[in-house]
């Protein structure tokens, strides 16, 4: 077990959910570093792309991307209606695709069109999940639904991540992520379990806006260990199909930005859809 990636791990924690717990989601500073992990995600994405020869427009798509980061806290933070959204993700999507005619060789255009596309789809669209649970509760609150998908996704990662070291013997996707074992997966589903449990006792069964009964907790203990781990072997598989230990380097032993938020990118999505039945 390497000491120091466990202690950069937990200090970097204590300090995103010490902002989280006082910063209110309308915080130009939230938008900020928003915009800040997804770009550098974005920039991630790309250089495995570059690797494995698939061409992108990395300032197009991180641009883009950015854009409709700080649109999805805007609209959300003004209160304007989703069309207005769903249509400016149509326009980013439109003068992306209409880039083909700028290119003499159409071979080189499409490939490079469908490679900025994938950056902006896999990171942006599915980061501004999470953008639409950091602002859930209000702009004048600080986040309560998202700082429970972090603490969730996170304490299930370490719970993988400490059982499977201790214990793990049977891999679960050894094609892929050798390191990966189904005791560490039973590590991620008890850890994420105990956080549902304790966020209920301690908020009275509420998540954020939403009534949060003890069921839903451990369903969600379930689930997102499950979907975590799956958006965690996708971002390996690319890794892997481009011979890449790691996206990038953010710190010691943590890889790089896509690596910190891999599991995120998917559980986000879910969460959002899940709420919306939960709440009505």
Not at 2 to 27: E, Q, W
Not at 107 to 135: D, E, H, I, K, P
Not at 233 to 247: I, P, Q, T
Request: hydrophobic fraction near 55%.
């Amino acid at each position: 077990m390497d000491k120091k990636r466990t202690i950069l791990g937990l200090s970097l924690a204590f300090v995103i959910c010490s902002a989280v717990l006082f910063i209110p989601a309308g915080n130009v500073v939230v938008l900020l570093v928003l915009m800040a992990v997804c770009g550098i995600a974005m920039r991630d994405v790309y250089e495995l792309m570059e690797k494995g020869e698939l061409p992108a427009s990395k300032k197009m798509g991180v641009t883009s991307g950015l854009l409709f980061v700080a649109a999805t806290w805007a609209i959300l933070k003004y209160e304007l209606p989703d069309s207005v959204l769903w249509g400016a993700l149509f326009l980013v999507f439109l003068i992306n695709f209409f880039r083909i005619f700028l290119y003499s060789d159409a071979r080189v255009a499409v490939r490079n069109v469908v490679g900025t596309m994938f950056g902006l789809v896999y990171v942006a669209l599915f980061w501004s999940f999470f953008v639409r649970l950091y602002m859930d509760g209000g702009a004048e609150a600080p986040t309560r639904t998202a700082f429970y998908l972090l603490l969730a996704v996170k304490w299930g990662d370490a719970g993988a991540y400490f059982i499977g070291a201790r214990f793990g013997k049977r891999r679960l996707a050894p094609a892929i992520s050798p390191n990966k074992s189904w005791e560490g997966l039973f590590g991620g589903f008890l850890f994420s379990c105990v956080v549902g449990v304790i966020w209920w006792w301690l908020n009275d069964g509420m998540l954020g806006p939403y009534k949060f009964p003890l069921y839903h907790a451990l369903i969600l203990g379930f689930v997102l260990p499950i979907i975590g781990t799956l958006g965690d072997l996708v971002e390996s598989l690319f890794k892997r199909a481009v011979n890449a230990k790691d996206s990038g380097a953010i710190a010691h032993g943590m890889g790089g930005m896509l690596d910190m938020i891999d599991s995120l990118l998917f559980t986000a999505p879910f969460m959002y859809i899940y709420i919306q039945f939960l709440s009505k």
